[in-house]
């Protein structure tokens, strides 16, 4: 077979690896595994460990980046042009933004690479006076708890909230009192932990094995056996080489006669896997190779028959590969066909693209944190002080997007010189490694002189909404991430002056129109009546992923949503004297889906058991169910035009200004914010006013909504538990109403997975203590909001706090039923109901056609697509 010429990696990595490869023709002598072959349809291949990367690889070379919000580094802002690929440009503001929060930074680089002794916090004191008896002996160590040992309020898990499992804090209590954790190791540190840096991570770090490694690294790093001091510079040139290289739009009549081959890599994680098998079909072809790494922490969904990914899961390995954890969605998607790319990489087969930061290098240093010390543990990326950057070396850095020939990645593998291997220790303790690494060995290289600048991609940057960092809560750092592309967009694709074959980013959750957009122009419209090209769908559970992986709430919900589609079905379907069409629901859901239809969220698709009450056989269902419409504009209207929507939900996404919670499943823990949208208009101030379903007024305050403002969110800080039941947030201006929104904090049947006990209901579902969710009390402006106060409607609450069993479903049901529509039924097999519709044949069915992201068989010109 000829030789592999490039490689194109995409990486996304949010945590350890579980990697594969698809070979396209599974030819004997190749290192990779699977079968793609014309003429096929593809069948999914066996797994390859992480261990094997490199031999799986070293016959081919590299395009790059994670399919991920990353924390990157940037540019500061030049002239705009509507062509820019610049993967790593900052705002002229970008200096304000703080990266303090965890400790403060020395100001001057000294030897030693701990902080500056500044006056110890009292965080910092009651850490070290449990630490100075144990470091003389006693034989307790300084790092972390064992698993009997208690948790602090602040770092339990909060299964009960919507967030599940990975809830930062325990939302029973307010704030704890400032005391530390109580620190042990199961090895004494071997020497004082004095670094500032170091001992936040160490008070914050969860389990005793993660702190262990901080003060392990810590101590390395302090004793200088950590990072290396100087590093030999191979690259003959003087200064920085970069070649410029053109696109010309005829160039694929041109092909050589020995074409390149490109193996893509893809690091994915999330659940996108429609989204990704979409973006495959759109790359493949049947001479290139793909090597796909599937997530540990954030897996895709379990695969079914034919599907893309195969599930298995492996332990994070650190390395120069190794990424900062990061929340991401998107995908990649192609700009410009396989010939033109093949055509490109052929005529400049000796070429590296990576695309630099554009600015000088003691900025980049410092707004990278290359001067910093890193270590990942706990999904975190832990900042543990200062380090030196390595003497006698260019350091270099931009875009973790790339494409590398096959010669600098072998010099990368297989080289043992001082260049390569200290680069790999350096980089092994960095925030965000495949931001510099290959642009800093290539510079020093031998190879140096192959540098372009440029990774021949758009990326579609907004300063103002991309620069939030959103991400504090599992990287102690801040950084920029680009905006996914919407319609308004599309002009930029055709508009670009310097050779471009890929963008970013893209998300089908929130809009999938752009990609259909795309993918047309690219490779023409599917035929008139393809059914699913407006409708898109992902999947949030599947029964593999066992329903641990659920919180509370949503699994309370879940279970509700099916239980409504039974009672839809015996309404719409059921026949008197017969019992065909009547069910009684078994078990755990068995999936469920986000469904979207022209790009509007549709509701929840929950797959689930049941039996059939006429024959007693198990069947499987599909129910579809919608929320109902909740915000509502004051009747009379009143003269205030700027207000155009409003919204509660949780994970607010401020980047693109949605809430990640779809359907805003709420539970009593949960902390909900308000969001509302504005139209243009002149400054003003509204009230916001939220009442629970008692009608106490939980919170009030002020928002001055300035001319240009859009979007305006707030989460107020509410005691908990909330009450359960429908709750209603208003807007007045000048005290007259707006407009208001409803939410439902739901009632929770379940407690960490199991049936909630009766000595819990009354816990979560009582409200908080005395009804005080703030505070100050609010009681004298229920008469001016004519919301009165009933007994007998607290004598209600106090009744439903205390259910459990069938009248605690049963008041579930009530609320959710009131808040959401059961819109259709349907079967996923045989079924005794005459009248059931099958899946398959319905529109809106996870189990529906979907051609756009069904793979098929590879085509007589080796595509897919």
Same mark, same amino acid.
């Given at each position: 077979a000829p030789r592999l010429t490039w490689l194109i990696l995409c990486l996304a990595v949010e945590d350890g690896p579980s990697a594969w490869a698809l070979h396209p023709h599974g030819r004997p002598g190749g290192r990779t595994v699977g079968n793609?072959? /014309?003429?096929?349809?593809?069948?999914?291949?066996?797994?390859?460990?992480?261990?094997?990367?490199?031999?799986?690889?070293? =016959?081919?070379?590299?395009?790059?980046?994670?399919?991920?919000?990353?924390?990157?580094? =940037?540019?500061?802002?030049? #002239?705009?042009?509507?062509?820019?690929?610049?993967?790593?440009?900052?705002?002229?503001?970008?200096?304000?933004?703080?990266? /303090?929060?965890?400790?403060?930074?020395?100001?001057?680089? #000294?030897?030693?690479? @701990?902080?500056a002794k500044k006056p110890p916090s009292r965080q910092k004191e009651l850490l070290r006076r449990k630490a100075e008896p144990q470091e003389r002996g006693k034989g307790h160590s300084l790092l972390g708890r064992g698993p009997s040992d208690a948790v602090?309020?602040?770092?339990?898990? +909060? +299964?009960?909230?919507?967030?599940? #499992?990975? +809830?930062?804090?325990?939302?029973?209590?307010?704030? /704890?009192?400032?005391?530390?954790?109580?620190?042990?190791?199961?090895?004494?540190?071997? *020497?004082e932990i004095s670094g500032k840096e170091?001992?936040?991570?160490?008070?914050?770090?969860?389990?005793?094995? $993660?702190?262990?490694?901080?003060? @392990?690294?810590y101590c390395r790093h302090k004793l200088g056996l950590l990072m290396p001091e100087r590093v030999t510079r191979f690259c003959p040139l @003087?200064?920085?080489?970069? #070649?410029?290289?053109?696109w010309d739009e005829d160039s694929v009549e041109y092909m050589p006669a020995n074409p390149v081959r490109i193996a893509f890599?893809?690091?994915?994680?999330?659940?996108?896997?429609?989204?990704?098998?979409?973006?495959?079909?759109?790359?493949y072809h049947k001479d290139h190779f793909y090597y796909i790494h599937v997530d540990k922490v954030r897996v895709l969904p379990s695969p079914q028959e034919g599907s893309l990914v195969s599930m298995t899961q492996g332990a994070g390995t650190p390395g120069p590969c190794g990424l900062a954890r990061t929340l991401t969605f998107f995908l990649v998607c192609f700009h410009r066909t396989n010939d033109q790319l093949v055509a490109f990489l052929s005529r400049y087969r000796d070429m590296n693209f990576l695309k630099s930061h554009g600015r000088d290098n003691a900025r980049f240093i410092r707004k990278q944190?290359?001067?910093?010390?890193?270590? @990942? $543990?706990? +999904?975190?990326?832990?900042?543990?002080?200062?380090?030196?950057?390595?003497? !006698?070396?260019?350091?270099? !850095?931009g875009s973790d997007w790339f494409l590398l020939n096959r010669k600098f990645v072998e010099y990368v593998t297989f080289s043992t010189d001082d260049l390569v291997t200290k680069m790999k220790q350096f980089y092994s303790y960095t925030l965000l490694p495949a931001e510099s690494f290959f642009h800093t060995v290539l510079e020093n290289s031998p190879h140096c002189d192959t540098m372009v600048d440029n990774n021949l991609r758009i990326t579609n940057w907004n300063r103002k909404l991309g620069c939030k960092c959103q991400y504090k809560h599992?990287?102690?750092? $801040?950084? *920029? /991430?680009?905006?996914?592309?919407?319609?308004?967009?599309?002009?930029?694709?055709q508009q670009t002056a310097r050779p471009t074959f890929f963008a970013r980013k893209f998300e089908a959750v929130v809009n999938q129109e752009i990609i259909g957009q795309l993918d047309y122009y690219l490779y023409g419209n599917y035929p008139a009546g393809t059914p699913g090209l407006r409708s898109y769908w992902e999947n949030v559970y599947d029964e593999p992923d066992g329903v641990q992986s659920l919180s509370d709430v949503a699994l309370t919900l879940y279970h509700s949503f099916a239980r409504l589609g039974l009672r839809r079905a015996e309404a719409s379907l059921h026949t008197d004297g017969e019992n065909s069409c009547r069910y009684y629901p078994m078990g755990h859901p068995a999936s469920v889906h986000l469904y979207f239809l022209a790009d509007r969220f549709q509701g929840f698709l929950v797959k689930h058991h049941a039996t059939n009450l006429a024959v007693s056989k198990l069947e499987t269902l599909e129910t579809w169910v919608m929320p109902k419409k909740v915000f509502k504009v004051a009747s009379p209207p009143s003269d205030f035009g700027r207000l155009q929507f409003s919204e509660v939900g949780t994970d607010w996404d401020a980047k693109e200004r949605l809430f990640r919670n779809f359907g805003g499943l709420l539970g009593p823990l949960d902390e909900p914010v308000g969001m509302q949208k504005w139209g243009k208009g002149p400054n003003v101030t509204v009230t916001v006013v939220w009442v629970d379903p008692v009608n106490i007024i939980a919170a009030t305050y002020d928002i001055l909504i300035e001319s240009t403002a859009e979007f305006t969110h707030y989460k107020p800080p509410l005691n908990l538990p909330l009450r359960p039941g429908v709750w209603t947030v208003k807007i007045l201006h000048h005290w007259v109403p707006v407009a208001e929104t409803r939410f439902l904090v739901a009632p929770l049947t379940f407690s960490n997975r199991q049936p909630i006990k009766p000595e819990e209901t009354l816990k979560l579902h009582n409200g908080p203590p005395r009804s005080a969710y703030m505070e100050q009390s609010f009681q004298s402006l229920n008469p001016v909001l004519s919301l009165p106060i009933s007994p007998a409607q607290v004598e209600q609450a106090g009744r439903n706090a205390a259910a459990t069993g069938t009248a605690l479903e049963g008041w579930l049901d009530s609320l959710v039923g009131s808040m959401w529509a059961a819109m259709d039924v349907c079967s996923t097999g045989p079924t005794a109901c005459p009248v059931m519709q099958s899946c398959s044949h319905t529109a809106w069915s996870s189990l529906s056609p979907d051609p756009k992201s069904e793979l098929g068989a590879v085509k007589p010109d080796g595509r897919l697509r």
């Amino acid at each position: 077979a000829p030789r592999l010429t490039w490689l194109i990696l995409c990486l996304a990595v949010e945590d350890g690896p579980s990697a594969w490869a698809l070979h396209p023709h599974g030819r004997p002598g190749g290192r990779t595994v699977g079968n793609l072959g /014309s003429g096929a349809s593809p069948t999914w291949p066996a797994l390859q460990g992480p261990d094997t990367l490199a031999q799986s690889l070293s =016959h081919v070379p590299l395009l790059s980046r994670p399919l991920q919000d990353g924390y990157l580094s =940037h540019r500061p802002k030049e #002239k705009v042009r509507t062509d820019s690929n610049n993967e790593n440009s900052v705002p002229k503001d970008f200096e304000n933004v703080d990266n /303090s929060n965890f400790a403060p930074r020395t100001q001057k680089q #000294k030897n030693q690479p @701990e902080l500056a002794k500044k006056p110890p916090s009292r965080q910092k004191e009651l850490l070290r006076r449990k630490a100075e008896p144990q470091e003389r002996g006693k034989g307790h160590s300084l790092l972390g708890r064992g698993p009997s040992d208690a948790v602090p309020p602040g770092e339990s898990t +909060a +299964a009960n909230s919507s967030r599940g #499992k990975a +809830a930062p804090r325990q939302p029973h209590a307010r704030k /704890s009192g400032g005391s530390s954790p109580e620190s042990k190791y199961d090895q004494p540190p071997k *020497c004082e932990i004095s670094g500032k840096e170091a001992i936040s991570a160490l008070s914050r770090s969860k389990s005793k094995h $993660c702190r262990q490694q901080i003060g @392990e690294t810590y101590c390395r790093h302090k004793l200088g056996l950590l990072m290396p001091e100087r590093v030999t510079r191979f690259c003959p040139l @003087e200064g920085k080489a970069n #070649k410029n290289v053109q696109w010309d739009e005829d160039s694929v009549e041109y092909m050589p006669a020995n074409p390149v081959r490109i193996a893509f890599v893809l690091v994915v994680h999330g659940r996108a896997s429609r989204q990704l098998q979409r973006m495959f079909k759109a790359i493949y072809h049947k001479d290139h190779f793909y090597y796909i790494h599937v997530d540990k922490v954030r897996v895709l969904p379990s695969p079914q028959e034919g599907s893309l990914v195969s599930m298995t899961q492996g332990a994070g390995t650190p390395g120069p590969c190794g990424l900062a954890r990061t929340l991401t969605f998107f995908l990649v998607c192609f700009h410009r066909t396989n010939d033109q790319l093949v055509a490109f990489l052929s005529r400049y087969r000796d070429m590296n693209f990576l695309k630099s930061h554009g600015r000088d290098n003691a900025r980049f240093i410092r707004k990278q944190g290359l001067d910093r010390l890193f270590l @990942e $543990c706990d +999904a975190h990326m832990w900042r543990l002080g200062d380090r030196r950057i390595p003497e !006698g070396i260019a350091v270099d !850095g931009g875009s973790d997007w790339f494409l590398l020939n096959r010669k600098f990645v072998e010099y990368v593998t297989f080289s043992t010189d001082d260049l390569v291997t200290k680069m790999k220790q350096f980089y092994s303790y960095t925030l965000l490694p495949a931001e510099s690494f290959f642009h800093t060995v290539l510079e020093n290289s031998p190879h140096c002189d192959t540098m372009v600048d440029n990774n021949l991609r758009i990326t579609n940057w907004n300063r103002k909404l991309g620069c939030k960092c959103q991400y504090k809560h599992i990287v102690d750092w $801040c950084g *920029c /991430s680009p905006n996914d592309f919407k319609p308004q967009d599309f002009h930029r694709f055709q508009q670009t002056a310097r050779p471009t074959f890929f963008a970013r980013k893209f998300e089908a959750v929130v809009n999938q129109e752009i990609i259909g957009q795309l993918d047309y122009y690219l490779y023409g419209n599917y035929p008139a009546g393809t059914p699913g090209l407006r409708s898109y769908w992902e999947n949030v559970y599947d029964e593999p992923d066992g329903v641990q992986s659920l919180s509370d709430v949503a699994l309370t919900l879940y279970h509700s949503f099916a239980r409504l589609g039974l009672r839809r079905a015996e309404a719409s379907l059921h026949t008197d004297g017969e019992n065909s069409c009547r069910y009684y629901p078994m078990g755990h859901p068995a999936s469920v889906h986000l469904y979207f239809l022209a790009d509007r969220f549709q509701g929840f698709l929950v797959k689930h058991h049941a039996t059939n009450l006429a024959v007693s056989k198990l069947e499987t269902l599909e129910t579809w169910v919608m929320p109902k419409k909740v915000f509502k504009v004051a009747s009379p209207p009143s003269d205030f035009g700027r207000l155009q929507f409003s919204e509660v939900g949780t994970d607010w996404d401020a980047k693109e200004r949605l809430f990640r919670n779809f359907g805003g499943l709420l539970g009593p823990l949960d902390e909900p914010v308000g969001m509302q949208k504005w139209g243009k208009g002149p400054n003003v101030t509204v009230t916001v006013v939220w009442v629970d379903p008692v009608n106490i007024i939980a919170a009030t305050y002020d928002i001055l909504i300035e001319s240009t403002a859009e979007f305006t969110h707030y989460k107020p800080p509410l005691n908990l538990p909330l009450r359960p039941g429908v709750w209603t947030v208003k807007i007045l201006h000048h005290w007259v109403p707006v407009a208001e929104t409803r939410f439902l904090v739901a009632p929770l049947t379940f407690s960490n997975r199991q049936p909630i006990k009766p000595e819990e209901t009354l816990k979560l579902h009582n409200g908080p203590p005395r009804s005080a969710y703030m505070e100050q009390s609010f009681q004298s402006l229920n008469p001016v909001l004519s919301l009165p106060i009933s007994p007998a409607q607290v004598e209600q609450a106090g009744r439903n706090a205390a259910a459990t069993g069938t009248a605690l479903e049963g008041w579930l049901d009530s609320l959710v039923g009131s808040m959401w529509a059961a819109m259709d039924v349907c079967s996923t097999g045989p079924t005794a109901c005459p009248v059931m519709q099958s899946c398959s044949h319905t529109a809106w069915s996870s189990l529906s056609p979907d051609p756009k992201s069904e793979l098929g068989a590879v085509k007589p010109d080796g595509r897919l697509r």
